[in-house]
């Protein structure tokens, strides 16, 4: 379902009730504010989620509880300052945006513990990383730090990353 560029502002809970076969959803460039609880509640068969690209600050703690599918999810370009632990409990996500948002606080050490299955991480713009944030990122293949502000990193932050081929470090 493409809803790319429509300057949505709001989407009812309901919308999306009874599209349990929805396998993706672009609902990047519009002017969302929020993901409310129960949004997706009933879209358990979603593989690919966009919501880069609008004006997202808060999203619920189990905005993502029932996307026991999803492989990819698309949150770059919007207003996000801090992330709650709970939205990255989806262990079949293996693509990841979070860059161009404004998360200056630190991230906990087991915040992405449980993304075991993910192979591309973006981080861009402003993030504080402990050690052994990405200890369970095994599969990762690309990683992305760019626009960081890292003058220094932990001592063996990538030594867990076996698979990693593209790390970008530029623009800190």
């Given at each position: ?16 009730q009874g599209c349990t076969s929805l396998r993706s959803l672009y609902l ?145």
């Amino acid at each position: 379902l493409n809803l790319f560029s429509k300057s949505i502002n709001l989407v009812n809970v309901s919308a999306f009730q009874g599209c349990t076969s929805l396998r993706s959803l672009y609902l990047s460039f519009n002017d969302l504010t929020s993901i409310p609880s129960g949004l997706f509640e009933e879209t358990s068969a979603l593989w690919t989620l966009d919501l880069s690209y609008n004006k997202i600050s808060s999203i619920a703690s189990d905005a993502f509880v029932n996307l026991h599918s999803l492989s990819s999810l698309y949150l770059a370009s919007n207003k996000l300052t801090m992330l709650p632990e709970e939205i990255f409990n989806i262990t079949t996500l293996s693509f990841l945006t979070l860059d161009s948002n404004e998360i200056v606080s630190s991230v906990p050490q087991q915040f992405f513990q449980k993304l075991t299955e993910l192979m591309y991480l973006s981080l861009d713009t402003a993030m504080l990383l402990p050690a052994g944030i990405f200890d369970k990122l095994t599969k990762l293949t690309t990683l992305s730090l760019d626009g960081n502000g890292l003058t220094s990193l932990p001592m063996g932050i990538f030594d867990k990353l076996s698979n990693l081929e593209d790390l970008d470090l530029s623009f800190n």
